[in-house]
């Protein structure tokens, strides 16, 4: 049963509010002046990456009136604001994007031409902030550009990192990490407000104390680090909004280190320094698994600590009721990685503010709302009450009192069931005590939603079933979103032409207007152009990856592409068994190369560090790639390129160009997905299993528009209640076997068996997300795609219907359907 009527109808201002274009010898001017007077250097001097800065300075500057109104009319109108709290904001490259956003994009390239610039040089000039590891942390990046085009206000909190997510490079086709130093040449972005800066306590103690008759408790904490907020530009598309993302960066107090050096030990100084500066000096390169790391939970009470005081000391007016907060703010939860801000908001309330702990935990209740982005039990965060107790023993006091009450409540409901309770506690006993941060989200949010339909029917089934038993109405669905502006008008310039030129321009704004393109699907000079449009994007893919990599995508291939986080769950073993299978049928002579549909096969995927067999299967891809792509007996047919440091920016060439997109994760595990939408929008057709947002996707599209394969849910369920043994798989099926055994045999590694045994070994008597068990059911679906290609104008009509079917997947509509079921917040006056 669906959680919640599909439809959002909250009535939103997205009305462009039109701006004379400004002129371009105003541009030129303004360029210069910054070039001159920011940067210090002529004209005739500069560098490319002055002339980068100068001009992110110029367009900061036509955007910066926007801002300081938007700031200050926040501040006047007082308006319910959402606060998103997130570990992570994959914002990629921002140039283009505030050009687009302030419609200057074609002044600056007048001026730029008329300076005798390559505006192209500039924009590769730009480092993209790496500040996320992928769907979770782009899905924030989406959200904000949505909320600051609809005119909702909004603060976006995090974390400013001084290393992002590493960048990769391949050495003997093995993953090596290098450091991500992208502040190395300064940031034109940011606004650091160092004068704003807050101090965040950590460890210590906690003592009672008689407040008046009553016995309260307090914090004595030991040490403490300064958070100081950058501030950043999140502009509105064409609206004349300007929103504010805020990141904090983390120093040593005054207080810390200049008592060690005035008593002469500049060492110890230097160490506070550095220890302070820790916290946010790198992201967690892990995706969707938590590292219960001690600097990890500093980090997230850091930046929510931070984050609290910021909206109450400098967001509120002075003097504001905090009874009345509910209507001033929802602080959403991205994630478990901020719930530590829910005891800091307690504590904050009762005892800083001396409020009741009744009043406080009824606003508590409705000021936060929570998202849960998986299911992977191994992915639920849980700290340890010791490290907990440790770093934050006042946060600890309050979690147990919330559970106290929650647990008082769950008897008084279910009666002493004290299997139900163990279940349902706050805190476990096993292995060892520790806090499940979900179900203390999920205690505290007046909201707790899932990411697509099937995602949230399984979290309230399957993972939380108690607490949706216990909160009926408590649990909800939004199904994520991109954002148009980035990943069409952006990435795919000449799509987003053709579009306006068949609908006129507002689907920008509106996606659902995208539908107006079915009745073109039928023109066949409509399905000329957009082919055509598919084919140059093609072109410059493959100019961008020879320049990158020295690779080539040949004519004519079918582009099958796969691009994500490297996971077990996500299945790109399951993908690389295709391409063994075709490379062996030829390789053994039981096909001709001829009878191959030529593909490139392109993947992108980093894996997280510490995560070996990750590492292991990024290994086998490019060596399969080393083989496959040298072995004459394909006459070229069939290519795989894996380009390494797969990133937004590569994203946005690599997305408008594919043909095919792989979202092959086994049935039940990705929560949504976001790169299966922006590959639809962009004319790719889905070969998929029934899992996250693929399902609503093909709802959408239709059967005949999509490549389904694989079990369902519940047939994974049945199957390993049955008792799943993948030998069995590898036993009967031919195909299969042949695969294995040609990678077993060392044919992909020199010879030696024993490089990727793990792999096989694991697959065979493991293969915890069966991709043996969906092998035959893909490979019969990649055979259905090979039918489909042959037909390229039926294909292309597919892919126009792909695009004309996908505008609910904006992530305006997710926006408006958190406006509507969790946030209720109005859209700010015009
Ligand atoms: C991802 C989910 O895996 C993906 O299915 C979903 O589309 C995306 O979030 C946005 O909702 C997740 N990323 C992370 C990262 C961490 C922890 C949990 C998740 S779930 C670090």
Known sequence: TPTQPRAATHPLAIAPVPSPPSSVDGFVKQFLLNLNFDRGVALSESSVTDQYFALAYTVRDYLMARWLEDQKRQRDTQAKGVCYLSAEYLLGRQLDNNLLASRLTDVASEAMAQCGIDIEALRAEEVEPGLGNGGLGRLAACFIDSLATMSVPNIGYGIRYEYGIFRQTFVDGQQVEQPDAWLTYGNPWEFPHPEAAQTIW???????????????SRWIPGWSVVAVPYNYMVPGYHNGRVNTLRLWSAGATSSFDLREFNSGDYQEAVRAQVFAENISKVLYPEDSTPQGKELRLQQQYFF?????????????????????LPERVIFQLNDTHPVIAVPEFMRILVDERGMEWDAAWALTQQCFAYTCHTLLPEALEVWSVDLLGRLLPRHLEIIYRINEEF???????????????????????????????????TVAGAKVNGVAELHSQLLRDKVLPDFSEFYPDKFTNVTNGVTPRRFIRLANPALADLITEALGAGWTVDLERLRGLEAHAEDPEFRARFAEVKAANKRRLSEVLWHRDRFEVSDGHLLDVMVKRLHEYKRQMLKLLHIVTLYERVASGRVAASDLTPRTFI???????????????????????????ADPVLEGRLKVLFPPNYNVTLAERVIPAADLSEQISLAGKEASGTGNMKFALNGALTIGTDDGANVEIRELVGDDNFFLFGQTEPEVEALWARGYRPAEFYRENDDLRRAMDLIASGAFSGGDRSVFEPIMSNLLYDDRFMVLADYASYIDAQERVDAAYQDQDAWTRSAILNVARCGFFSSDRSMRDYIDRIWHTPPAPA
């Open 202 to 216: 950590f460890g210590g103690y906690t003592e009672t104390y008689d407040d008046g008759g009553v016995t309260r």
């Open 603 to 629: 993947f992108g995927a980093k894996a997280a560090p510490g995560y070996d067999m990750a590492k292991r299967i990024i290994h086998l891809i490019n060596s399969v790639g080393s083989v496959v792509n």
């Open 407 to 441: 647990l008082l409540e769950v008897r008084e409901k279910f009666g002493d069931d004290e299997m139900r309770i163990r279940n349902m506690s706050i805190i476990s006993e096993f292995p060892q005590r520790s806090v499940r941060m979900a179900y203390l989200a």
């Open 304 to 324: 929510c600590a931070a984050s609290i005081r910021d909206f109450l000391d400098n967001v509120l007016p002075e003097g504001f009721d905090l009874e009345r």
